[in-house]
């Protein structure tokens, strides 16, 4: 199994930034495909960002050029950069990972075995 948790959500005004950290435990996740999603309020979960074990990166339209994605290997970490931020952008921001997978399979929630309990962004405009 493993266990993963997020941290460093919260409030921000727009136009503000954050910096969203996963960790995983327990079961070592070598060449793990690790992700973000996000759910606001009565959606659906929706991809976006992941980062292969290589540092391949892939993000969604709508956040390709505010958002980075990173990983730290040696410390079993993501990072998610949240830059210009927008009312839209609040969510519950989730973190996943599962081992390798092709390309076309990052986005779908479907391809995640393992799940972080979210952490809130709320941008208030």
């Known amino acids: 199994q493993v266990q993963l948790v997020e941290s460093g959500g919260g409030l921000v005004e727009a136009g503000g930034s954050l910096r969203l950290a996963c960790t995983a435990s327990?079961?070592?996740?070598?060449?793990?495909?690790m992700a973000w999603f996000r759910q606001a309020p009565g959606k659906e979960r929706g991809f976006v960002a992941a980062?292969?074990?290589?540092?391949?990166?892939a993000l969604t339209d709508s956040v390709k050029d505010r958002f980075a994605v990173s990983r730290d290997n040696s410390k079993s970490a993501v990072y998610l950069q949240l830059n210009s931020l927008n009312a839209e952008d609040t969510a519950v921001y989730f973190c996943?990972?599962?081992?390798?997978?092709?390309?076309?399979?990052?986005?779908?929630?479907?391809?995640?075995?393992?799940w972080g309990q979210g952490t809130q962004v709320t941008v208030s405009s």
């Open positions: 327990g079961r070592a996740i070598d060449y793990y495909v």
């Open positions: 980062i292969t074990w290589g540092n391949s990166t």
């Open positions: 996943a990972s599962s081992p390798p997978v092709r390309n076309d399979a990052f986005s779908s929630p479907l391809t995640y075995h393992y």
